[in-house]
């Protein structure tokens, strides 16, 4: 009987290899990510850097983006890898724009080692300004 990969298991193999597809040449910090749409598809994403800094974009918000151009509205969870020893979370910017699309998503950050982290979005930007302050 073939062994049934779990969608968590699934969203952590995307992130480690989008993190092969980034470009990072200033940081020389590479990041992969991937992200669970409601749809239950997932979208990868790698940070892409630029010479004039503020023109960076990380790798979590390259994959919400993708999810969001394909028409995904809800986002349940997001894995984030980088290879290093200890795991990464997700910048203050890339957690608002989680929050946008997933105010309650699980937030898995792995690395090189055994260490992880889990945390929901909402217990890594609590009080979080969102959709529902525009109406």
Known sequence: MPRKIS??????R???????????????FPVGAA???GSGKIYAGCNVENASYGLCNCAERSAIFAAASAGERVIRAVAIYTPTATPTAPCGACRQ???EFGPTALVVS???SAERTEAT??????????PANLR
Do not use: E, M
Request: proline share 8%.
């Open 97 to 99: 724009v989680i929050n």
């Open 35 to 37: 992200v669970l749409a």
């Open 14 to 28: 995307t992130a480690r290899a989008a993190v092969k597809k980034s470009y990072a040449p200033y940081s020389k």
């Open 121 to 130: 979005l909402d217990q890594l930007l609590p009080a979080a300004f969102g």
């Open 7 to 12: 969608p968590l298991s699934a969203l952590i």
């Open 110 to 112: 792995v690395c090189d």
